[in-house]
């Protein structure tokens, strides 16, 4: 009982929050490097160029108006360019994460450093450096597990196609998607196509204009066909390759057991599930075309796409868990406190953490029950973690007792979703093993890592790295196999 033998314990990371070398290597920007840093209570900013040449912002959340493009301004800080550059260090973090004995790690592609504009021509530099990633992994048996999209887009397909709206970006994803199958058939096994795909709704993480209901659903439409096409390729290339798709789970509870309250938690949860429908049954659910009658959304499709979706279904449910939400039938008497990438509505049983996220260990494994009821294919939980305020003591110790305790009930409750219900979860890669940018407010104070690194929210600092206390409490977790929480 409890893990299974090969569990793949890791730990994730994303190139735009991680990586660093913004331009070097012959990498060109993307839209998540016109995207500026923030605050727990000032939103981070996407600096753009009007039509008219003016240099203009809106907050994140927006979308840039029609036929405006994104613009680094020289003045301003943008966290992803040097972000805990992992370009740099790769060597010595991927040393620290064998010291703590991963078996997996997670990290993204960034398409703009492969295919600088994201078209078809190709950058062997790019190539090289993630080869030599692979191959440093290889060197200490860590299994890579490769996102091949996190959240962001070649700056020139947003500003001249319009990004995801645009069905042309399918064949240069495809080819993108081609190109590293090929160069790393033999060196990546697992696979994740499009990182949360359910938050995919603005320029940042598209490079769409219009975010109405019916341009992010067609965007949507386009990103599903994209997937099948992959997961279908990526299976020609290797029939070993293990493609899976990746969603946010943010599980609604109902406020009450009033009936309203229960059918609104129904529609909220169902919002999230339309995207697993999709790429695991391989068909849009029924009540998601209803929505589309009634809110007079008309997704143009091309013959053959419906079959595609259907043949090109993934392997596992890759899915981040950070926290549950309430659903109510009165949302203004509600509380709302923080959330991930969304507010999330306040739960009184829950406790929160510094930047509001309810603390729910139970909600994982009602998740793992839910999905696995619902899909009966294997899952992954690919993020899960606890963003904290980390002090270092004068003496360099970092004794974050919150995140090991934060991790101790997660973990728990993973195991209990594998004895007492059956899941078949193959790993587990909590978020921002080692400190990296903060994506909903673009800090790095929001600190996630069992490593800790030197930098503050204006990119102040040393990038020295350093062991937290839960370092060497996840080392513990994994040469046991999860055996052994106690937080000594
Ligand atoms: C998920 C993303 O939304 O949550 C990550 O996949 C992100 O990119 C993580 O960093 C935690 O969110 P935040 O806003 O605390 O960085």
């Not at 790095?444 to 204006?458: A, E, P, Q, T, W």
Request: with cysteine.
């Amino acid at each position: 009982m409890g893990f299974p033998k090969n569990f793949l314990w890791g730990g994730a990371t994303a190139a735009n929050q991680y990586e660093g070398g913004y331009l070097s290597g012959g990498k060109e920007p993307s839209t998540l490097d016109a995207i500026t840093g923030g605050s727990h209570t000032t939103s981070r900013k996407i600096t753009y160029k009007t039509k008219e040449g003016k240099i203009e912002s809106v907050t994140r959340e927006k979308s840039l108006p029609t036929g405006a493009i994104g613009y680094i301004d020289p003045e301003q800080y943008y966290p992803s360019h040097v972000a805990t550059d992992f370009y740099h260090h790769y060597k010595e973090d991927i040393a620290l994460f064998a010291e703590m004995g991963f078996k997996c790690f997670r990290l993204s592609i960034n398409w703009s450093r492969i295919c600088p504009k994201g078209t078809d021509k190709v950058n062997e530099e790019g190539l090289a450096f993630y080869d030599a990633v692979f191959d440093e992994l290889l060197k200490y048996n860590i299994e890579p597990v490769v996102t091949i999209n996190h959240f962001d887009i070649p700056m020139y397909l947003a500003d001249e196609l319009d990004g995801w709206s645009n069905r042309k970006v399918i064949d240069y994803f495809l080819f993108f998607c081609e190109t590293i199958f090929k160069r790393y058939k033999d060196k990546v096994k697992y696979w994740m196509t499009f990182n949360e795909i359910n938050f995919l709704r603005s320029w940042t993480q598209i490079g769409i204009h219009d975010s109405s209901l019916q341009g992010k659903y067609q965007a949507a439409h386009h990103l599903f066909v994209a997937s099948a096409k992959v997961v279908k390729l990526g299976h020609q290339i290797n029939s070993d390759f293990q493609i899976g798709m990746m969603v946010a789970y943010i599980p609604s509870y109902p406020m009450s057991c009033r009936p309203e309250d229960v059918m609104e938690s129904v529609q909220f949860n169902r919002e999230q599930e339309f995207y697993i429908d999709v790429q695991v049954k391989g068909y849009y659910p029924a009540h998601k075309l209803k929505q589309f009658e009634r809110e007079g959304v008309v997704i143009k499709k091309e013959a053959g796409d419906d079959e595609l979706i259907k043949e090109g279904t993934v392997d596992y449910i890759g899915f981040s868990y950070y926290m549950s939400t309430v659903s109510s039938a009165n949302p203004d008497k509600v509380k709302f406190v923080g959330g991930n990438q969304m507010p999330a509505v306040k739960n009184p049983y829950l406790e929160e953490s510094d930047w509001g996220w309810g603390v729910d260990p139970l909600g994982l494994r009602i998740s793992l029950s839910k999905l696995y009821d619902r899909y009966n294919i294997p899952l992954f939980v690919v993020e899960n973690g606890f963003g904290a305020v980390d002090t270092v003591e004068s003496d360099g110790a970092i004794i974050d007792d919150y995140r090991i305790d934060y991790f101790k009930k997660h973990v728990a409750a993973m195991k209990d979703a594998i004895d007492l219900d059956g899941v078949d979860l193959i790993g587990y890669t909590p978020w921002g093993c080692i400190d990296l940018v903060s994506a909903g407010t673009g800090e790095m104070k929001k600190r996630y890592g069992f490593i800790y690194v030197d930098l503050d929210d204006h990119g102040q600092g040393t990038l020295k790295r350093s062991r937290k206390k839960s370092f060497n409490w996840y080392k513990q977790v994994i040469a046991t196999n999860g055996e052994k929480l106690e937080n000594n």
